[in-house]
């Protein structure tokens, strides 16, 4: 699987170097993905959910004023997030309190000060004077050395953390999605959206926080990074077949 993500990520990267239209509309397509993946957080039916109408300005019925104001929100948090990765910005603590930030509404923002019990993951997390340190220390470890190559499995380890610590007092499970799928571009990989349901997803994460079924999620993580980078470049192939003229 490594072999084949590393081949397809130099396609892609050779795919998208050839069309600025092209590069525009999977840089689209991966906001959509992004949005879609952190509403798995908030919504049952995150994966039902019309983002690219949202985005076109349309106002569905079904979906909550709380998720409308979300995904405006996160769209800024995005454009930062690629502002960060076309200056070869690495994930940093700092990163993520400007998104809590834009998200929360909140210019000053920072680290959570109670500690809640996180009832959707089972799970008590860290102490909240501890959350910096824990916080620096995870993020270190993914850029050391010593952490190895596989992109995935520091992603996987990136969202577990960030659930583990739990650093804000909101928007903690959205900005751990953020995390991960901010990695995997960061590395040339595609951002994914999460498919599978709210409860599976609560259950997997809980129990991996429990030390549990860690495999099972991180092959999840593979195939799901898999078959979006297969659909990317499916897609690429068939635009270069019959490019649109840019309008001048």
Known sequence: MHEKLYNMKKELAGLLRSDRL????????NKIDMIRGSLIVRN????????????????????PVKDYVFIENFCKVINVAYNC????????????????????????????????????FNHVPTYSLDVEEKLDESLRRVYSPEAGNNVILKAMYIHNKLIEIYPFSEYSGELAVFA?????????????????????????????LKGQRQEEFYHFLCRAVYDKMQG?????????????????
Do not use: W
Request: with cysteine; hydrophobic share 35%.
């Open 232 to 248: 990317t470049i499916d897609a690429c192939e068939e635009y270069l077949k019959n490019p649109q003229t840019e309008e001048r």
């Open 180 to 208: 991960m799928n901010y990695y995997l571009m960061e590395n040339g990989l595609a951002p994914i959206h999460m498919p599978l349901s709210r409860e599976d997803y609560f259950n997997i994460v809980g129990d991996c």
């Open 22 to 29: 092209l590069r525009s509309a999977v840089k689209e397509v």
């Open 44 to 63: 049952p039916k995150h994966d039902e959910i019309a983002v690219d109408e949202i985005l076109k300005g349309e106002l569905p019925r079904d979906v």
């Open 85 to 120: 990765l076309e200056m070869g910005n690495y994930l940093d603590k700092y990163l993520l309190i400007s998104a809590y930030r834009i998200l929360a509404e909140d210019e000053n923002g920072y680290f959570r000060k109670t500690n809640p019990v996180v009832y959707s």
